[in-house]
């Protein structure tokens, strides 16, 4: 099994990138999936999270009211910190039984937007940079997902620098290009990530 940690800012594209793996065959843990289901309705985890900040962070359905909760731990480092303590060890947990469930030769994509930001990276055999230019990310951000300037400007900033994510990655995978070229550098990373998940990992030399 080859584990790999995927991460990009945003706008870069990543979630694209996960989508062509997963096409050629790799198996995918999303952190942000997971984050969303270990709090679904009816679970310890949401238990948990109303416990630290009470009922008004649910919605009239019964489950987490995102945005109210957002509004809640962004403009506050310490309560973003507990949050962060109920959320990650179910997060983590979940994504090792998902981990362990693969095929012994599978390549295991783990896509975690904060990757850099958390020093995750030594927890995989290869980390996946996927990069694009700020200019780039700004304009998909706008355009694509319908984000004022403002917004998207502050969330690019609250993340590593593009510096620092380069820093970490084993590959990176340019996504300032048209989607045939993606589809064609993510075919090559694809063929090196499978031939290393068949190659017998070599004990650590002392």
């Known amino acids: 099994m080859l584990t790999v940690g995927l991460t990009g800012g945003i706008g870069a594209g990543k979630s694209e990138v996960s989508r062509l793996l997963v096409e050629c065959g790799a198996v995918l843990i ?13 679970t310890p985890g949401l238990a948990e999270v109303v416990e630290a900040f ?22 506050d480092p310490g309560r973003l910190a507990v949050l962060n303590s109920i959320v990650h060890p179910l997060v983590g947990a979940r994504s090792r039984e998902l981990e362990a469930a693969a095929a012994p030769d599978a ?24 990069d694009a230019a700020p200019e780039t990310q700004l304009d998909r951000l706008v355009r694509l997902r319908g984000m004022t300037e403002e917004d998207a400007r502050a969330r690019m900033a609250a993340q590593a620098t593009r510096e620092k994510r380069r820093e970490i990655a084993d ?20 063929a090196e990530l499978a031939r290393r998940a068949r190659t017998p990992k070599q004990p650590a030399q002392e």
Do not use: C, Q
């Not at 590959?171 to 694809?190: G, M, Q, T």
């Open 30 to 42: 999303d952190a942000d999936r997971i984050a969303r289901e270990v709090v679904a309705p009816g």
């Open 54 to 75: 009470g009922e008004d962070v649910l919605g009239p359905d019964g489950g987490l009211d995102r945005p109210k909760l957002g509004s809640i731990v962004f403009s």
């Open 107 to 130: 390549v295991v994509v783990h896509d975690v937007p904060l990757l850099t930001e958390n020093g995750l990276a030594p927890l995989y055999d290869v980390v996946i940079v996927v």
């Open 171 to 190: 590959i990176v995978i340019d996504n300032d290009v048209p989607l045939e070229e993606l589809e064609r550098r993510v075919k090559d990373v694809w």
